[in-house]
T-cell receptor, first 110, second 114 residues
Framework: QKEVEQDPGPLSVPEGAIVSLNCTYS??????FMWYRQYSRKGPELLMY????GNKEDGRFTAQVDKSSKYISLFIRDSQPSDSATYLC??????????FGAGTTVTVRA | GAGVSQTPSNKVTEKGKYVELRCDPI?????LYWYRQSLGQGPEFLIY????????DSGLPNDRFFAVRPEGSVSTLKIQRTERGDSAVYLC????????????FGPGTRLTVT
């Protein structure tokens, strides 16, 4: 079993819809949680970072961490075609060695 | 400003050959990381440098893989006796301070071993 599980999708939504993404993990020592966006043939780009449990909002993006359930989520409101990408969750015990999920491919249809 | 750059962008090599992959981090970033991303998977940690020294190389898969950062800036990932299973995108990232969570990734080097 992988340390970080993420449904690869693909996920297709109409423009303006809310995109909901999530990951589960098994290592209770993880305390840093991140979401990255990766366009085709590009490197991952950091979207959101959360330390320990709780919610964080940044513009159209909301990240949630529930350490008791070992479950993290990312919500994208008012989705745009430019949001079409692969979204990767990542987490870490320390603050340097990241463990990534496999990524969820999202398509936002105009 | 300039981001993390990696060269070459693509590398095709024959099984058994030696390859070197280069990473130029963001200027002033003291921490540097190498990851490997196979098709349809997330990146996997290989090694972390703080300055010139490898602070954690626990992700290197075997002794065919080696990385250096002699002057604390540019890093080279070296793979000896390449195997077809080494085919992947090799990503480099850097961060401002040691262990900083905001890792900025380069575009990667796509390695294909034939």
């Amino acid at each position: 079993q992988k340390e970080v599980e993420q449904d690869p999708g693909p996920l297709s939504v109409p423009e303006g819809a809310i995109v909901s993404l999530n990951c589960t993990y098994s290592n209770s020592a993880f305390q840093y949680f991140m979401w990255y966006r990766q366009y085709s043939r590009k490197g991952p780009e950091l979207l959101m970072y959360t330390y320990s449990s709780g919610n964080k909002e940044d513009g159209r993006f909301t990240a949630q961490v529930d350490k008791s359930s070992k479950y993290i989520s990312l919500f994208i409101r008012d989705s745009q075609p430019s949001d079409s990408a692969t979204y990767l969750c990542a987490m870490s015990e320390n603050d340097y060695k990241l463990s990534f999920g496999a990524g969820t491919t999202v398509t936002v249809r105009a | 400003g300039a981001g993390v750059s990696q060269t070459p962008s693509n590398k095709v090599t024959e099984k058994g050959k030696y390859v070197e992959l280069r990473c130029d981090p963001i200027s002033g970033h003291t921490a540097l990381y190498w990851y490997r991303q196979s098709l349809g998977q997330g990146p996997e940690f290989l090694i972390y440098f703080q300055g010139t020294g490898a602070a954690d190389d626990s992700g290197l898969p075997n002794d065919r893989f080696f990385a250096v950062r002699p002057e604390g800036s540019v890093s080279t990932l070296k793979i000896q006796r390449t195997e077809r299973g080494d085919s992947a995108v090799y990503l480099c990232a850097s961060s401002l301070q040691g262990g900083g969570h905001e890792q900025y990734f380069g575009p990667g080097t796509r390695l294909t071993v034939t």
